[in-house]
Nanobody
Framework: QVQLVESGGGWVQPRGSLRLACLASQTTVSTYVGWYRQAPGKQRELVATITSLGGTHYADFAKGRFTISRENAKNTVYLQMNSLKPEDTAVYYC?????????WGQGTQVTVST
């Protein structure tokens, strides 16, 4: 059983920045970790992923604004979000796959507004 805990969400004005963190209860160094988001009334969508070797993938809307990184010694994956827009408002979740089981965190709310 892997527990994922997201943190770092909150309210920010447009063009602001936030850094989200996903802390895992055990090492995820050998697997991928992904960030997803879900806005009200919309389906959950991929934001970014990072592999065990540090390879990254971003959704088109995240390219150039968001950066995913991992600090394996702390079992933590980060999502640095810059130039935030109101349409980035959503609950952000991290997930991982350990031994064939997919785990999700409880999510952290990000609100971008004036």
């Amino acid at each position: 059983q892997v527990q994922l805990v997201e943190s770092g969400g909150g309210w920010v004005q447009p063009r602001g920045s936030l850094r989200l963190a996903c802390l895992a209860s055990q090492t995820t160094v050998s697997t991928y970790v992904g960030w997803y988001r879900q806005a009200p009334g919309k389906q959950r969508e991929l934001v970014a992923t990072i592999t065990s070797l540090g390879g990254t993938h971003y959704a088109d809307f995240a390219k150039g604004r968001f950066t995913i990184s991992r600090e394996n010694a702390k079992n933590t994956v980060y999502l640095q979000m810059n130039s935030l827009k109101p349409e980035d408002t959503a609950v952000y979740y991290c997930n991982t796959d350990v031994g064939g089981e997919v785990y999700w965190g409880q999510g952290t709310q990000v609100t971008v507004s004036t």
